[in-house]
């Protein structure tokens, strides 16, 4: 990788560092509505994928409050 190549990952980097509960409901949420089955293997398998948003970053939240 190149100089130019690491500077780039750096800078998209620092939106989901930024934000990290946000921004792992936010793929916790695309990732779900994608591949629908793979919910179930998780605690909140029940929640409406409608929902699902708004309980990924709680239930995030409460893990990084956590640790």
């Excluded at 190149?2 to 780039?8: G, I, K, P, R």
């Excluded at 620092?14 to 629908?36: H, K, M, W, Y």
């Excluded at 029940?46 to 990084?64: A, M």
């Amino acid at each position: 990788m190149n100089s130019d190549e690491v500077q780039l990952i750096k800078k998209t980097w620092e939106i989901p560092v930024a934000t990290p509960t946000d921004s792992g409901a936010a793929i916790l949420t695309q990732f779900f509505n994608r591949f629908p089955s793979n919910l179930e293997k998780f605690p909140f398998r029940d929640v409406p994928l409608e929902e699902l948003s708004v309980s990924c970053t709680l239930h995030i939240g409460l893990q990084l409050t956590q640790d």
